[in-house]
């Protein structure tokens, strides 16, 4: 379990599409090096809370604060530049390029936009971080294929890769696990909780399968209809008759 500070702290987060309130007043803190993870069915605003974090969506009211510092609003780029990657869906993926070569793009662009590592980033230093994560995946042996073929489970591996490439110090997920098989989901969701406590990598895991956060998060809180209807630890949430009601009641499926 992690022992680390505060890092990101969603302090009453509401934002409303027109009449919907997606979020109502949504908090939560995330201590270094834990995976967090936020759960709820269809519907109960987790990707709009990702969009909020990662700044595409500013909230109507509410601050989020990383390492201390109000990123409430910025744009997305400067959110990224201080440290939060994301995975975005293939968008993210060069298809005509190899494996290896979308990672090095990725490392690379971390320390051009960061001028103060650009001069200690050498050829030598990319092709080490591309190899680690590669590793990481199982995608070593993918090394030079085009990514356009891969397969649907490789490339939200390859995306993941990408993302950490960047170095980021918080992790942000949303459904990483959409579409690959369950043997793919397993080891996905065990390299996820790996990378954190090898790297002190913190995880902010959205997800709606609640067996895939069980396993590997630290804490979870639950959604439903926009607001946090529970916050504990795995097995805590597992047994809350609240989160059972919402899974078997209400949202999507
Ligand atoms: N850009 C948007 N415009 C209007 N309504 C939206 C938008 N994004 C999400 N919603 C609505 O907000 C609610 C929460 O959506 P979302 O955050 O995607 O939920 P989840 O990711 O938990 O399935 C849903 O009712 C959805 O229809
Ligand atoms: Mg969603």
């Not at 269809?42 to 500013?58: E, I, M, P, Q």
């Not at 993926?93 to 980033?121: D, H, K, M, T, Y």
């Not at 809180?221 to 795995?234: D, M, N, Q, R, W």
Request: hydrophobic share 45%; proline share 4%; glycine share 12%.
């Amino acid at each position: 379990m992690a022992a680390g500070g505060v890092i990101l702290e969603v302090e009453g987060v509401s934002k409303n599409f027109g009449a919907l309130a997606a979020l109502s007043r949504v908090g939560f803190a995330v201590s270094q090096g834990q995976v967090f993870s936020v759960i709820g069915p269809n519907g109960a605003g987790k990707s709009t809370l990702f969009n909020v974090v990662s700044g595409l969506y500013a909230p109507n009211a509410g601050r989020v604060v990383f390492r201390g510092r109000e990123i409430t609003g910025l744009p997305p780029e400067r959110i990224n530049r201080l440290g939060i990657a994301k995975t975005f869906q293939i968008t993210n993926v060069f298809p005509e390029i190899s494996v290896g070569e979308n990672v090095g793009v990725a490392a690379q662009s971390r320390s051009a936009e960061s001028g103060r590592l650009a001069s200690l980033w050498r050829t030598a230093d990319v092709e080490a971080r591309v190899t680690e994560l590669l590793e990481a995946f199982g995608l070593v042996a993918r090394r030079d294929e085009l990514a356009e073929n891969l397969s649907h489970g490789e490339q939200r591996y390859l995306e993941i890769c990408l993302a950490l490439a960047t170095e980021p110090t918080l992790l942000l997920l949303d459904e990483p696990t959409a579409g690959m098989t369950p043997g793919e989901t397993k080891d996905a969701t065990e390299m996820i909780r790996r990378l954190a406590l090898a790297r002190g990598l913190t995880v902010l895991l959205i997800e709606h399968d609640m067996s895939v956060v069980m396993g590997i998060s630290d804490r979870v809180a639950v959604l439903h209809f926009g607001e946090k209807i529970a916050e504990g630890t795995p097995e805590a949430i597992r047994n809350d008759p609240r989160v059972i009601e919402a899974y078997l009641g209400g949202g999507g499926d």
